[in-house]
């Protein structure tokens, strides 16, 4: 009877426990409390290859990139860029005298630089928005076949 009580509590504890690989990562992408604007991925592609690059009051968009890593793949994936083809994408703007976004180190600098720039516009990991931010569009990320997010 002890034995069948520990099997199932062994059992209840595994189902209720959350697998690693259920849990998906979602990129939030965030702006400026003061600019409550909402985006679909078309757009951010736009402003992030710097094809648009004002806001609708006229004031220029400062796109952040995270620094490379896991996150910042990934939303590469998200423009549809593998690193060789958007570094060629940057070197022919770079000669027409347009620069790639900057890039700060974590989701903490990034998400600090946005609430205290009106014009900025970046992504974090949506786990670590708080409300200094506003959320403009979410992205929830597939697994690259390397299986990082």
């Avoid at 509590?9 to 909402?38: G, K, M, N, Y």
């Avoid at 014009?119 to 076949?145: E, M, Q, T």
Wanted: hydrophobic share 45%; net charge neutral; aromatic share 8%.
């Amino acid at each position: 009877m002890l034995r069948l009580a520990t099997l199932l509590l062994l059992v209840a504890t595994v189902l209720a426990a959350p697998c690693a690989a259920d849990q998906s990562v979602e990129l939030a992408v965030i702006v400026h409390p003061t600019r409550a604007v909402a985006l679909d991925t078309d757009e951010l592609r736009r402003i992030y290859l710097k094809q648009r690059r004002f806001w609708p009051d006229a004031s220029p968009i400062v796109p952040i990139n995270q620094e490379e890593g896991p996150l910042r793949r990934a939303f590469d994936r998200v423009l549809d860029g593998e690193p060789a083809r958007l570094g060629a994408y940057w070197d022919r703007r770079y000669f027409d005298g347009v620069f790639p976004p900057i890039t700060l180190a974590s989701d903490e600098a990034i998400r600090r630089y946005v609430a205290s720039k009106p014009n900025a516009i970046g992504y974090v990991d949506a786990r670590n928005v708080d409300p200094s931010v506003h959320v403009a569009l979410r992205l929830p990320l597939k697994p690259s076949p390397d299986g990082s997010p």
